[in-house]
């Protein structure tokens, strides 16, 4: 099944590729890797929330959120390649949230990007990974994740 065919099963609509807010391009191919900017969390151009996990953002909204940037990550990949049908698999997904300095939970709130990134690819969605933890993201966004996709 091609990865267009395997988002329309699980009813997911890749969003548009979020623009930059500074100076930077959101994929950039090389080899048979397309690596990702920072993606945050963006829905039609805004953030649907801000500050802290474990303050003003659950862990739970917090992994929606994660997983939001990692659709936004697929659909910057695919644009930087021609199209979603030519990315094969996920190799690494470095996530960041912003968080309180008592907030232990990075790695579940990251889950929500590696859960999606599975779901979608199967076998070759697992991946490594890295989740931290930072006093604050851009915009305030509560989560960022960055990914490196393998791309034919």
Request: charged fraction near 15%.
């Amino acid at each position: 099944m091609t990865v267009a065919g395997r988002l329309a099963e699980l009813g997911i609509e890749l969003p548009p590729v979020v623009p930059p807010v500074a100076a930077y391009i959101p994929a950039m191919a090389h080899g048979d890797v397309v690596q990702t900017s920072g993606q945050l969390p963006m829905v039609a151009g805004e953030l649907p929330a801000t500050g802290k996990v474990g303050a003003e953002v659950t862990a739970e909204d917090a992994k929606g959120l994660a997983r939001q940037c990692a659709l936004n990550a697929l659909a910057a990949a695919a644009d930087a390649v021609g199209g979603v049908d030519r990315i094969t698999g996920v190799l690494k997904v470095t996530g960041f949230v912003a968080s309180v300095p008592a907030f232990t939970g990075q790695p579940g709130v990251i889950n929500g990007a590696s859960e999606v990134l599975g779901e979608i690819f199967g076998d070759a969605g697992r991946h490594t990974r890295s989740a931290v933890g930072v006093p604050v993201l851009p915009l305030d966004a509560p989560v960022e994740v960055e990914v490196a996709f393998l791309y034919a």
